[in-house]
């Protein structure tokens, strides 16, 4: 794969619209809301998007319930999503080169990235298995030109 790809804007990607809840939403609605997920979301997320006045505040993955939650034997719907979420996540536009969501990913120790607008607001979620998709299809249209080409 050329390694230029990688410098295609995100908007390149197949990446998801973001599935968000309001601060001081329970952590019971949030799993809830990550189970149902949404029409872009047919089997659910592993991840929520948490919005408040000012755009998007923080986020919470499948691990922060695992280690936060269950981890702590807590009653979810005791617990505020304020209370586990990771607060100010680094964020992305659609116009960031892909590699940027990479550095993210990996500097970051995570699997996604949040994408925002100019007032921070989610426009989308850049996942790992996005950019492995997007690179499988990119090596897939140069074995076929190079078979074309024999």
Do not use: W
Not at 31 to 39: A, E, F, H, N, P
Not at 68 to 90: A, C, F, H, R, Y
């Amino acid at each position: 794969m050329d390694a230029r790809a990688m410098y295609f804007p995100i908007s390149s990607l197949d990446f998801h619209k973001p599935i968000t809840v309001e601060t001081g939403t329970s952590v019971s609605d949030v799993i809830l809301c990550m189970r149902r997920g949404d029409s872009d979301h047919e089997r659910g997320t592993g991840c929520i998007l948490v919005v408040g006045g000012k755009g998007l505040v923080g986020i919470v993955t499948e691990r922060d319930l695992m280690q936060k939650i269950v981890g702590e034997n807590l009653n979810s719907d005791q617990v505020i999503v304020d209370e586990i979420m990771t607060e100010s996540p680094d964020a992305l536009m659609v116009d960031d080169p892909i590699a940027f969501a990479l550095n993210i990913m990996h500097f970051d120790k995570c699997r996604h990235v949040p994408l925002v607008d100019e007032n921070r607001v989610p426009v989308g979620l850049v996942s790992s298995r996005d950019i492995v998709a997007y690179s499988a299809e990119s090596l897939e249209m140069i074995a076929n030109q190079a078979n074309a080409d024999e």
